[in-house]
């Protein structure tokens, strides 16, 4: 089953225009992952956040986490049409008794962001 | 250039055939992942490997089988068992299992005509 479900599933925007992706997740997390698919193309990753952070930025990418809440953000700032893709976060679960090994990442369905120019 | 490379980028099959997808890596990476993305999904874990000769089921392993021979190369074969073939598969490879960001192809689009 998806452990993380994104939130918009799509989001149609103007360029200099901020875009907002919320992710939410179950269960407890070693830490969030968010990544970056082109259509038709394999997924770059963008940036993690380990469940003791609360906030990171990677140049025009700000990602919070609430682990009270189980739920993160990616901002994008100043989009460009460049940044039209889709967006998935990906969790890290420890292992339990009931789901077995760890060591693997769950990916939620994630959103489509078009940037228009 | 290191990366992750997958072949073909289209394959096509006829019902009741088996196929095998390549995936190779050269960044030297311990751990390997196959996915399967279906049209507007999210990434399903097929089968992933943690270590050269070990393998483990992922979330949709039925039908599928895999191999860990050496390190840098972790195929996927899609067998005539698996009902729902036709999918975008990704491969993906970390410097270890867990924490570390993931690496991955290009993909694969599998047409079962």
């Known amino acids: 089953s998806q452990q993380g479900e994104e939130d918009p599933q799509a989001l149609s925007i103007q360029e200099g225009e901020n875009a907002t992706m919320n992710c939410s997740y179950k269960?407890?997390?070693?830490?969030l992952q968010w990544y970056r698919q082109n259509s038709g193309r394999g997924l770059v990753h963008l940036i993690l956040i380990r469940s003791n952070e609360r906030e990171k930025h990677s140049g025009r990418l700000r990602v919070t986490l609430d682990t009270s809440k189980k739920s993160s953000s990616l901002l994008i700032t100043a989009s460009r049409a460049a940044d039209t893709a889709s967006y998935f976060c990906a969790t890290d679960n420890p292992p339990t008794r009931l789901t077995g090994g760890g060591n693997k990442l769950t990916f939620g369905t994630g959103t489509q962001l078009k940037v228009e120019l | 250039d290191g990366g992750i490379t997958q072949s073909p980028k289209y394959l096509f099959r006829k019902e009741g055939q088996n196929v095998t997808l390549s995936c190779e890596q050269n960044?030297?990476?311990?751990?390997m992942y196959w996915y399967r993305q279906d049209p507007g999904q999210g990434l399903r874990l097929i089968y992933y490997?943690?270590?050269?000769?070990?393998?483990q089921k992922g979330d949709i392993a039925e039908g599928y089988s895999v191999s860990r021979e050496k390190k840098e190369s972790f195929p996927l074969t899609v067998t005539s068992a698996q009902k729902n073939p036709t999918a975008f598969y990704l491969c993906?490879?970390?410097?270890?299992?867990?924490?570390?960001?993931?690496?991955f192809g290009p993909g694969t689009r599998l047409t079962v005509l």
């Open positions: 269960t407890s997390i070693n830490n």
């Open positions: 993906a490879s970390s410097i270890s299992p867990g924490l570390n960001e993931q690496f």
């Open positions: 960044l030297n990476h311990d751990a």
């Open positions: 490997s943690q270590i050269v000769n070990d393998f």
